[in-house]
């Protein structure tokens, strides 16, 4: 999930028994962002991409015994800082390529 203010981080908490792996960052109003699974995280990490204002939660699952790699962000909106937002974006990108770079010399 993406923009989960307080009242809706309150909601999602409520799901643990449907979602009982969860991690909802404590950010500020609706900048907090949220992941809930039905599966167990292997990996979980909050971070940030960008700048502190911009939380993200970058995860990992296993799924039919293979892992699928995720983030959880909410980012600039083009339309208020797109230098930033398009940042946000470049440094997900980096962190991923250098996962599958790492994967593929092994």
Excluded: W
């Excluded at 809930?36 to 979980?44: Q, V, Y």
């Excluded at 959880?72 to 937002?85: E, G, L």
């Excluded at 990108?93 to 770079?101: I, L, P, Q, S, Y």
């Amino acid at each position: 999930c993406c923009e989960v203010n307080r009242d809706f981080a309150a909601m999602l908490t409520g799901l643990k028994s449907d979602y009982p792996h969860q991690l909802i960052t404590a950010g500020t109003d609706s900048y907090r962002v949220a992941v809930l699974s039905k599966l167990p995280f292997a990996k979980i990490e909050q971070t940030a991409f960008g700048g502190a204002r911009t939380e993200a939660i970058v995860f990992r699952v296993m799924f039919d015994g293979k892992p699928v790699d995720a983030v959880s962000i909410h980012p600039f909106t083009p339309n208020a800082n797109i230098k930033s937002r398009d940042g946000e974006f470049a440094a997900i990108a980096a962190r991923f390529a250098a996962v599958r770079d790492a994967l593929n010399r092994s």
